[in-house]
């Protein structure tokens, strides 16, 4: 990996939230990619923002992941990505991304890692009865919902919290604290382990 980190790209499977916030503070985002049709590609569209959708679907009923990571691969190699944001993507990738841009791949999460991993963080800490979670960003790799913390925030489960006023209320911490990370690390601020 290269020490100067220039070319951000983000992916998405969502809503999108994150991404906004992102373009909302500044971050420079120089490709968005996204695993199935979602808000986030109009919205890229709309600020000049280089949009790809990559359609899992496209890649068999048993999704090859071998070849669906290597067309992402292709994908970054032709934007002269360094660094990529996963924000709310939800298909896990081959290890050979992890090998190529090794450090390089941040994830965030809704729940204070290492508790609550996997796609149900916020009704895992609900249900565990926790009086409060949050979200962290770290470095992805090939293990799930692993990998170097970079920074996580805590956000109080209230009386009455649903799975979504939860998730919400995070995500409020999450559209700060990420785009605030990687504002630090494209300006040199915060250097990645890997770096
Ligand atoms: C975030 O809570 C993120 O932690 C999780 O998915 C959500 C994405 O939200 N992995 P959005 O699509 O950015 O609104």
Do not use: W
Not at 46 to 60: D, H, M, N, S, Y
Not at 143 to 156: E, N, T, Y
């Amino acid at each position: 990996m290269p020490n100067i980190i220039q070319n951000l790209a983000v992916f998405v499977s969502g809503t999108g939230s994150n991404f906004k916030a992102m373009i909302e503070a500044g971050v420079p985002v120089a490709l968005l990619l996204a695993d199935r049709p979602c808000d986030a590609l109009q919205f890229a569209k709309e600020k000049g923002i280089p949009a790809i959708l990559l359609e899992r679907k496209e890649f068999g009923t048993s999704f090859n992941r071998g070849a669906y990571t290597a067309r992402i691969l292709e994908t970054l190699r032709e934007y002269r990505i360094d660094l990529v944001a996963m924000a709310g993507f939800m298909t896990i990738l081959d290890v050979s991304l992890f090998e190529t841009y090794e450090g390089g791949i941040l994830n965030t999460h809704p729940s204070l890692l290492p508790l609550f991993k996997g796609d149900h963080a916020v009704r895992d800490a609900l249900r565990a009865g926790v009086i409060e979670t949050g979200c962290t960003i770290h470095i992805a790799t090939p293990k799930l919902d692993d990998g170097p913390i970079l920074a996580q925030k805590s956000v109080p489960v209230l009386p009455g919290d649903t799975v979504e006023t939860l998730h919400e209320r995070i995500k409020e911490v999450e559209r700060a604290l990420y785009p605030a990370v990687l504002k630090e690390i494209l300006s040199g601020v915060r250097t990645l382990p890997s770096h």
